[in-house]
Every structure is written in structure tokens, then in C-alpha cells.
């Protein structure tokens, strides 16, 4: 079995219930660049929070930053979750959505369409998400897409 990489591990800490996680836990499991491994997570677009650790029941010294994950449902941002949310659950979406090879596709024909039952998705998702936005994940709505085909 392949060992998990340190960002991968850093994610597997993260992902556990929402909850806090001190930075002396990512030292704990011997991941001593655990700041750059979040850095990189974020860049991936993964939404961490931090804050300085606060615990009394912690015995360092100085400030330790702690982390959260923000979890939608199992995507990395609320704009991605959002536009997967309409594309899994509308089902004119849905079916356009089946017939695309990617997500740039997906939106380039919602763009591009006259149909009245979509006039109102042109732009993006009835919640206000544009779909063209650099928050949405692109290459995360590419492996939905692939799903549905």
C-alpha cells in the first residue's frame, strides 16, 4: 500500500468532523512543513480556517496556529458545491450536463442558449454563483460531468 504524502495527511487531519486542529497535531505525525502543506491545499482551492490555539489543556509555547476545514458536502468551496448542487438536483442542467465531455463545455452552451427554460441559468446558478467565477473548480465539476456521461 502506498504511504500518504504529507499533504495528503494534512487533509485526512483536516477532515475529521469539522473540528479544530492544532498545529502540534500535524507535528505529532511528524509533518514539520504542515503550514506550507495547508498553503497548498488553499491554492487547490480547499477553504481552511485559521486561528491562534487557545487550548489550555496545550502545552506550547508562543503562538500555534490551529485549522478547519470548511466542508461542503465534499467540495472544496461553496461555489463549486453550489453549481454541482444545481447540476446533480435541476433537471435540465442535468441533462445538458450528461451530454458534455467537460464543464467548459457545460457552461459555454448555457451561455450560448435561447432555450426559455434555461434563459435563467445563463449567467449562473439561480443562487447568484456565476459559473465562470475563479472560485468554482473547474477540474472538480470536469470528474461530476465524467460521472453523469
Known amino acids: ?14 477532515q475529521i468532523n469539522g473540528t479544530w486542529i492544532c498545529g502540534t497535531e500535524f507535528q505529532k505525525e511528524f509533518i514539520p ?13 480547499w477553504e481552511i ?18 485549522y478547519r ?11 463549486t458545491w ?7 438536483s435541476d433537471e435540465n ?5 450528461k451530454n458534455c465531455l467537460n464543464y467548459s463545455q457545460f457552461v459555454g452552451i448555457i451561455a450560448n442558449t435561447t432555450d426559455e427554460k434555461l434563459m435563467r441559468y ?3 446558478t439561480p443562487d447568484g454563483v456565476p459559473y465562470n467565477t475563479f472560485k468554482v473548480i473547474s477540474e472538480d465539476l470536469d470528474e461530476l460531468i465524467k460521472e453523469l456521461s
Not at 33 to 45: A, D, N, V, W
Not at 49 to 66: L, Q
Not at 93 to 97: F, G, K, R, T, V
Open 49 to 66: 480556517e485559521s486561528d491562534i490555539c487557545n487550548r489550555t489543556t496545550h502545552s506550547h509555547k508562543g503562538s500555534v496556529a490551529m
Open 1 to 14: 500500500m502506498k504511504e500518504k504524502t504529507q499533504i495528503e495527511k494534512v487533509l485526512s487531519k483536516l
Open 33 to 45: 512543513t504542515y503550514s506550507q502543506r495547508i498553503s497548498e491545499l488553499r491554492k487547490k482551492g
Open 122 to 124: 445563463k449567467y449562473g
Open 82 to 88: 453550489n453549481v454541482a448542487l444545481w447540476i446533480t
Open 93 to 97: 442542467l442535468y441533462n445538458i450536463a
Open 69 to 79: 476545514l470548511h466542508d461542503h458536502n465534499g467540495w472544496k468551496n461553496y461555489e
